[in-house]
């Protein structure tokens, strides 16, 4: 009984972190929006953001989230994305604005 005293914390604990940003990214904002067949939460300041994706996709969907992903990013910010500063992978894709 006492393993699942703090197994479960543990649990739930992960479970939270699976819908926040990377761990340091301060963000001023964010907005969940729907792009294509995929659902992002975009977290963002005035100088950079981090597209989540939610949903599952089929291994042949993967190329497709980058580019979701940056025009999610665009509609949510109101910014253009830095040419050169997408990074990531098809669950979390970071990238720097350019606002203004």
Do not use: W
Not at 3 to 9: N, T
Not at 33 to 61: C, M, P, S, W
């Amino acid at each position: 009984m006492k393993v699942f005293r703090l197994l479960i914390p543990a649990i739930l604990f992960l479970l939270a972190a699976c819908d926040t940003p990377k761990v340091g990214f301060r963000y001023t904002g964010q907005k969940s929006i729907t792009v294509g067949k995929n659902d992002f939460t975009v977290f963002y300041n005035d100088k950079q953001a981090q597209a989540l994706r939610h949903n599952r996709i089929k291994l042949r969907e993967t190329a497709q989230v980058q580019a979701d992903a940056v025009m999610a990013t665009e509609a949510v910010t109101g910014c253009k994305i830095r040419l050169g500063s997408i990074k990531g992978d098809p669950g979390l894709v970071e990238m720097r604005l350019k606002c203004g």
